[in-house]
């Protein structure tokens, strides 16, 4: 591990990624939590949807196709 740090250091990597990365990521943990909080009855479907800054309908829509 040691070596492997130093040589990201050494080539600068530390601030600039040594390739582009061209990946299209979308953050879900949210989602998940909220899923989860909605399926063991631990938030409301509309407070969830609020959360997720989305209306009720389309949060329900999507309740379980966010895994």
């Known amino acids: 591990?040691?070596?492997?740090?130093?040589?990201i250091k050494e080539n600068g990597w530390l601030v600039?990624?040594?390739?582009?990365?061209?990946?299209?990521?979308?953050?879900?943990?949210l989602r998940r939590l909220l899923n989860y909080a909605v399926?063991?009855?631990?938030?409301?479907?509309?407070?969830a949807g609020a959360l997720a800054g989305v209306?009720?309908?389309?949060f329900l829509s999507e309740l379980g196709n966010v895994f």
């Open 39 to 47: 399926a063991e009855s631990l938030v409301a479907s509309e407070r």
């Open 16 to 29: 600039t990624e040594p390739v582009e990365y061209r990946g299209n990521e979308k953050a879900s943990r």
């Open 1 to 7: 591990m040691r070596n492997f740090r130093e040589t």
């Open 55 to 58: 209306s009720t309908a389309e």
